[in-house]
Structures are given as C-alpha cells and as structure tokens.
C-alpha cells in the first residue's frame, strides 16, 4: 500500500513540475504513436473498398450500385459485428498489458479466433442468399443479382475479418502499431497492382474487382499473423494454447456486448442506403449517397484511429491503476479530433462540387452528390467525436450500457425520424440523412454526459478487478513461477 501511495506522490510531483503544457505534448506523443500508424493502416486497409468502387463505377452505373449495395449491405452488416466482437480485445488486452499481465494477451486472442470464427460460420447464409435478402428488402430484381453474385465472391474476404480483426487489437494493445501500418501499405500496393491487372489487362469486369479484395485481406492477414509468431512478440505470444477454449462462454457475452456496442453504429448508416434504394429514381439516389458514404467512411478512418488509440490509451491507464491519467487521455484526443474534423469540414465545403468526378462521371448523381456534400460535411464534424467516446467506452469496459444507448438513438430516434422527413415530409434522401444525423447527435451528448460525470479512480479499481478475472489461472501460476 504504501509503494502504491509513494507512485501517486511521485506522479503528482511530476505534473505539478511539468505543467498542463508539458502533460499535453506528453501524451499528445503516447497518442499519436499509435493514432499514426492507426491512419495510415485504415486508410490503406478501407482504400482498398474505396478503389474496387471507384472501378466498378467506370465499369458502368449498375455495376457501382451492386458493389456498393454489397460492401454496405451484406459486408458492412458481417463487418460490424465481427469488428464489434473483436473490440473486446481492445479492453482485456488493453488492461492486461497495463497490468503487465503479458502472457494472458495471446490467449485472449485465441480466444476471439474461436469465438469470430464460428460467428463467421453462423453469417455465411447472408452471402449465400444475398439475392433474395436484397430483393426482399426492396432492392430491383438486376441490382438483386448482381449484388448476389458479388456477395458469394467475396466470402473469402468475409473469413480473413475473423483472422484478422484479432491480430489488430492484439498488436496494437501492446504498442506495435508500426508494423500494422508497414503492411497495411504493402497490402494495398498489391491491391492496385491486382485490381488493375483484373479489370483492364484479364477484363473480369465486376467479378474481378469483387475478387481482389479477398487477395489484398488475406496477405494483410497473413502478414500480421507471421509477425506475431516469428518472435516479435515473446511476451505476448508463447504458442497455442489449450487455454484459448477455456472461459469461451464469458468471452462470447463480452464479444457480444462489444459486437452489439459497435455494429449498432456500423449498420447506422447501412441503413441509410438500405432506405434510399427504396426511393423513386433509386440508383441515382443509391450510386450518390454511396459516394458520399465512401467519402465519410475513409475520412471516418481518422476517427476511427482515435477510437483505438483512445480505447487503448484509457485501457493502459486503468490496467495500471491510473484513473486520472486514463481522463486525461480521454481530454486530449477529444480536443485533436475536433480539430482535425474542423479541418475536413472544410475541405468538403470547399470541394463539393467536385469530389464526386473519384467516383462517377455520370452528371445526375454528380449533382446529387452536390446536394448531399452539406450533409456529409456535417456527418463528418459529428464523427471528430463520437468514436473517440465510443472508444472511451470500449477501454472503460462500458460496452453493454452503449449498446442500449445506441439502440435507442440510433434506431428509435434516427431511424424514425428519418423515415418521417424522407417520406412524410418528401425530403427524400436528404431528409432521411438529417434524421439520422439527430440520432448520432442525440448519442453523442449522451455519451459525453456520461464521460464528463465518470468516476476515473473509481474505474481503475474496476479495472483491476476485471484483470484478475479474466486471468488464466494456469499462465498465472506459470507466470509468477517465472518471476521468482
């Protein structure tokens, strides 16, 4: 006890010495150290969707529609479950390392393979029948078989998330995030190098560039996976464990939680463009709103890179006892992600009227992507915040109580209301997006009430608990033998 209260001295006397200026340039540096490498590696990783779309959209405005129904459809539906699911590793691997508690981050990750491995078998049927899925949820008969057909090819991609969403976390808690970003970069390089070779030299047409995401995700996936076993990890990795089919029934609630949590916010605005296809001049209406969403997802990558650097910063803190670092982490990356998003919203009132020529040449859904650009700009502002919560949420270890704020911003306030004034009020796609945009808005004040009335030292006591929980009592005993 008393070592404990000479390290909180210690660390008093050490913000008092440096000042607020030297404790934000402090962990302004432990932020971007893994919110660096976090960008360059999802900005490579969603590139990857980003360039496929922009070659089905030359290939003809039928073919980007069936690419983009089913990147955002029955992907992005698969994707945010199991991206969700995997986040649980965000918050055991990220306590454990700061507890140093190395050993138990190898099992967990095993673990989150078992668990996103079996989930992926129980959604394969999503691209087995993604024809009669879409023609049931409204969707025309050949925008329904084309998507269908593109949906079977990609199920490879589908199996390398379960693979490789672990990996991620599991890296990325322990700090090795330049090497995540190191191969993102290679495997886009093979992307463009295999899409371009697919689609103009082999003229697979829309077949092909579904095909080569499924190429690029597996040699990422392997990449990673050939890292952490050739010894770059020895006090995370120490082989496959018997451990990892232990506890598989606590791991699945918090999986589910954590999936529940984040797929809630990936569907979002899927079903946005799920409610547009059933508009009146509905392709037009799909192929812009796609390009606007294509716009916002790789823009979201920043976000998206201050949620894990967020959730993996606030993690670390608690794992170690430090509940006012963890608010502190919290403080600043809130403060660098506004003005980053101040930035882009900027950039896309400058630009409206031309980012859309990336995507299409086609001149009506150019003018309604015009239209729609102050929608996206202002999703945009609105998402320099919200992830960056949500990730404070996935350290704190909050993701059962977010599900349910999600569930009720987003699907029983947004989604209504959006409803009401695409519909009832004839808004059209324009109405739909705004009231959804009130239901991120709603989640957001919510979150950050919740966040700005926490008890940080309180949480650090919670965290501790839920280390020694989770602990494998076998590594345990192995791990203290080691020690003396």
Known sequence: MGSEEGCKVALLE??????????????????????????????????MLVITQAFAGHLGDLELAAISIANNIIIGFCFGLLLGMASALETLCGQAYGAKKYHMLGVYMQRSWVVLFLCCVLLLPMYVFATPVLRALGQTEELAQLAGTVSIWMIPLH??????????????????????????LLALLVHVFVTWLFVYKLQFGVIGTAATVNISWWVLAFGHFAYTVCGACPRTWTGFSTDAFSGLWDFLKLSAAAGLMLCLENWYYRVLILMTGNLHNAKIAVDALSICMTINGWEM????AFFAATGVRVANELGAGNGKGAKFATKVSVGTSVVIGLFFWMLIMLFHTQFGYIFSSSKPVLDQVTNLSLLLAFTILLNSVQ?????????????????????????????PLGVVMGWVFHLGVM?????????????????????????????AEKASLHVNKWSSPKHEHEHKKEEY
């Open 301 to 304: 990558m920043i976000p998206l």
């Open 431 to 459: 109405g739909i997006w705004a009231g959804m945009i009130f239901g991120t808005a709603t989640q957001t004040l919510i979150l950050a009430l919740i966040t700005i009335r926490c008890d940080w030292d309180r949480e």
């Open 387 to 415: 992830p960056v919560l949500s990730g404070v949420a996935v350290g704190s270890g909050w993701q059962s109580y977010v599900a349910y704020i999600n569930l009720g911003c987003y699907y029983l306030i947004g989604v």
């Open 159 to 184: 199996f390398s998330f379960a693979f490789q969403f672990p990996l991620m976390r599991f890296l990325q808690s322990q700090l090795k995030t330049g090497v995540i970003a190191c191969l993102s």
């Open 14 to 47: 050490h913000e008092a010495r440096v000042g607020l200026g030297g404790r934000v340039w402090g962990e302004s540096k432990k932020l971007w150290h893994i919110v660096g490498p976090a960008i360059l590696s999802r900005v490579a990783s969603y590139s």
